[in-house]
């Protein structure tokens, strides 16, 4: 089992920049996709970024690509969300998810689940 906790979540400027941490506990981290997420109110959960469990394979949604870098370190448990030029519709809940599936843009693929971190960028 892995229990996840987000952080870093705020309130910042458009064009400005945030980074998103993701704290695992659990022996297996090391084997599960993690994945990022975002829901704003009113709005399914979409996928945003996702790195495979080497840390060595990044993947990102179209609207985020080139803007967020996601990188992961499995000797601390951690993966980061590097979130730059943020936009007004960047704003939303962040979650961070565990998968142990290759479907990677998959929301009902990931097994747990963290509680969220506020993002609100102002324009």
């Known amino acids: 089992q892995v229990q996840l906790v987000e952080s870093g979540g705020g309130l910042v400027q458009a064009g400005g920049s945030l980074r998103l941490s993701c704290a695992a506990s659990?022996?297996?981290?090391?084997?599960?996709?993690i994945g990022w997420f975002r829901q704003a109110p009113g709005n399914e959960r979409e996928f945003v970024a996702a790195?495979?469990?080497?840390?060595?394979?990044?993947y990102y949604a179209d609207s985020v690509k080139g803007r967020f870098i996601i990188t992961r370190e499995n000797d601390k448990n951690a993966v980061y969300l590097q979130m730059n030029s943020l936009k007004p519709e960047d704003t939303a809940v962040y979650y961070c998810a565990a998968s142990r599936f290759s479907q990677v843009m998959v929301v009902n693929r990931y097994s747990y689940w963290g509680q969220g971190t506020q993002v609100t960028v102002s324009s």
């Open positions: 790195i495979s469990s080497s840390g060595r394979t990044p």
């Open positions: 659990g022996r297996t981290f090391s084997g599960y996709v």
